[in-house]
């Protein structure tokens, strides 16, 4: 029903109540087969006259993002809450941290120390870094996004931690060394950087993020800065788009996508992530239902590794990582797919080379069947560190 809505809003001018023949023509732009009557007769109906159906909403078992209102304020509603974390589900509006005891484990913060979150996301790693180096440490934590940093930081000094303890600031990783002259110029004791995505930012549809649900085809991490996944696909070209969908997702048909992607929207403008979504499926129409899902997400995944250039931003966070660090200073790295991991573990292996760390992970740490089960999300984490000579 959502792609009805959104082929129809393409097709907006073509469309006439009994003329299906003509709505049968717009879907030549997806150089697909055109739909039969009786597919496209809902379409018709879903006229611009008809008033808006009323909400179905019964307050029982919520779907949409901005229903969740029970889990989108978890201090109110604690036991809701709990429930639905129970039942493996990320609460909508949070981030379970991933791997915490390992990362604990490794970076093995003292009080009075000073930690790095790079990636302050909703702060559950970063609370627990604070607590560590209490009494007399304290913790920077950046983030690039401008609407969820605010809510956390809120969050985090309503924990009753010394004011004086805590710094915040809305930045790539990218400029650490910059703002750690400012704020911690003798470099940090211990660093972590939990890369991607917040479950807050993947589950709220609009950021742009999710194929499940639409959204502004957008996926920026911090939206005032750069171009949104729509702008980006309309400068793209098929080369380019094809050498992103293979690097960032190891995309096998990447090809043949990107030549979908850019020869729809040479036709009409994708606005929406199940415009995006649906022109995937009508590309692949022999795929199983699971490989289908594997390939849109894949797609998302490589649109969004490019439009943040997140590979540009982790290779300029690697290489200044030894200058950040004080001698002896520990750093973990969180990463979630193939392309992030070979970066950092080729980082590190060249600084265990040239001597600017003593040690290096030998191999990866992935997270227990326990927090698998409990927290799918955690399912592709992988964790690697580093230690920096002394
Ligand atoms: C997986 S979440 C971190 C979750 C966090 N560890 C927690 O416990 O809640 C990743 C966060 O990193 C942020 N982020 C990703 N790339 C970034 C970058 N280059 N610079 C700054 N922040 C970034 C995202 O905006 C997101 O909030």
Redesign the pocket.
Known sequence: MTHRRSAYKHTNASIHPVCHDEIALSFVYYDLPPRSSDELLPLVNDSPHKPPRRPRYQGKNPRQFDEKYKELQPEKYAEDVAKVTASGKTPAGT????MVAEIMEVLRPRPGETAV??????????RELLQAVQPGGRLIG????PI?LPK?EQRLRAMGFPAEALVITR????GLSKTLAEHAPEGADVL?A?????S??IDDPARGFSFKQDGPLDMR?NPQRGLSAEEWLKKVSVADLAGALSENADEPQAVLLAKAIIHAQSQYPLTTTLDLAELIRRAITRFSTEATTATIQRVFQAIRIAV?D?FE??DA?LRQLPQCLKPGGRVAI?TFHSGEDRRVKHAFKQGLASGVYSRVAPDVTRASSDEQHANPRSSPAKLRWAIREA
């Open positions: 981030h379970r941290p991933i979150d790079c990636t302050l996301g909703y702060g559950g790693h970063s950046l983030d690039a996004d969820e956390t930045t790539n990783f990218a972590l939990d890369l991607g995505l917040s807050m930012q991490m943040n997140e931003v982790l966070l969180l």
